[in-house]
């Protein structure tokens, strides 16, 4: 299920600049433990944007990424009250859906 | 090719030698840059994160007598959040003693909700994927103070007795290295590699480094560190014994730094590298 993003929405006319964290160990597959043995790979793999359930923003992303990442775009066309959801999907098929309402 | 190395190295020395004020100059540039990319983390802080975490551990019923710490007082009566980090450490009556903010916390994760010290202090430190719940919870309180003066107490005679403790420890020198915290955090103009060391004998700005940025990420390790952590390490780099968990050794020592950085804007918890 994943711990809760933190997103943040702050309107600029009719421009929505969005700031996404996300909790998540992003596990590139290449680290060891003091033991030796390889910890798996586990990161997160595809992100969706969505306002009002139309798809704003995609990603593909991988290992380079850091752990907790953050990811900030603007949403053009958005207004106070719009839903913005945002889910990402990682390599375990762990998924994780957060919703806010955007100037609220 | 040796020739020309040799030249460079010449040339590189003679520029150095000539250009003292030059090296000042691109230190504040470098410091300079540095100060905007820790603005631009700021912004982003992963530390919102365990802010989240904590404030769902501060709310939910948990521990063996099934309780909320929405009833434990940080210093400003039961359940209120709002400013008391930056006021803290501070005395307290029902325990008689000067107690810091995680000490506090894990008083009341202790009376309210149960919970064993023992088990609380076995694996007391953030590690890898692994928080332990008061550090979360630091971060939450912590949070709660953004934007607000640091106002450690000094009004009640055991907080003035408490400071000067704290005081007395951090020039205490010994160990093997003959060392004390005032080798490093002193004297003005420091530095261990680039590191430069805040001077926290110094009231104002440069004591307060030792407030501002703690509960803070550590992005080495990507985890959250509190300033229970921060003095254990401290005593560690200083081949010292180590401190015991939330004890009052540590409480007197943030009181003493505490105060010196009173008057100064908490900007709540901090980023690092």
Known sequence: MGDPMKIRARLQGDVADVRVLMAHPMETGQRKD?????????FIKEIRAELNGKPVFEAQISQ????NPVFAFRVKGAKAGDKLRITWEDNTGDKRTDEITVGG | MRHALVLCAAAGLAAGLAGQPAVAQSDDRTAAEFDKFREVLEEANPAELWELKGEELWKTRRGPKNASLEQCDLGLGPGVVKGAYVQMPRYFADTGKVMDAEQRIVHCMITLQGFKYEELAKAPFSRGNYTPDPVSIVTYVAAQSREMKIAVPQSHPKERETYEIGKQIFYYRAGPWDFSC????????????????????KPGAQAARSFIGWPGYRMTGGVMHSLQWRMNDCFRQQRFPEPGYASDT????????????????????????
């Open chain 2, 250 to 273: 540590i409480a007197a020592l943030l009181t003493y730094m505490g105060v010196n950085s009173n008057g100064e804007l908490y900007r709540g918890p901090g980023i690092k590298r």
């Open chain 1, 64 to 67: 380079a990424v850091s752990r």
């Open chain 2, 182 to 201: 005032a080798s490093c955090h002193g004297e003005d103009g420091l530095r261990i590699r680039t590191q430069n060391l805040p001077n926290f004998t």
């Open chain 1, 34 to 42: 003091p033991s030796g043995k390889v910890i798996p790979a586990h």
